[in-house]
């Protein structure tokens, strides 16, 4: 049980902002990638900005099923007083 807690507790503190990070460089990317076309090809920014906008929501979708994902794997997560940390925290390096 106490192996699982860890991995949950990893996960949710860990895993999911990973996703938030690579969601925020793939939105950067491609904002960078739509201004360039826009630069070259003044007459097709509509297309552009319409093709841009649809795939930063997509993009979107999985910061916004992080945020979900955080919210339930917290709330399996048990809840500590300071003491009992420190008594885990005691027990696990042998002290």
Do not use: C, D, W
Request: charged residues 5%; without cysteine; aromatic residues 6%.
């Amino acid at each position: 049980m106490e192996n699982y807690l860890g991995h949950l507790a990893l996960a949710t503190g860990l895993g999911l902002p990973i996703a938030v990070i690579g969601a925020g460089l793939g939105q950067g990317i491609a904002i960078y990638g739509a201004v360039q076309g826009m630069a070259r090809q003044p007459e097709a920014a509509g297309t552009i900005q319409t093709a841009m906008i649809i795939g930063l929501a997509l993009i979107e979708s999985l910061v916004i099923y992080a945020l979900l994902m955080f919210f339930i794997l917290s709330g399996k997560l048990p809840g500590f007083t300071t003491e009992q940390a420190l008594q885990i925290a005691q027990t696990a390096t042998g002290r």
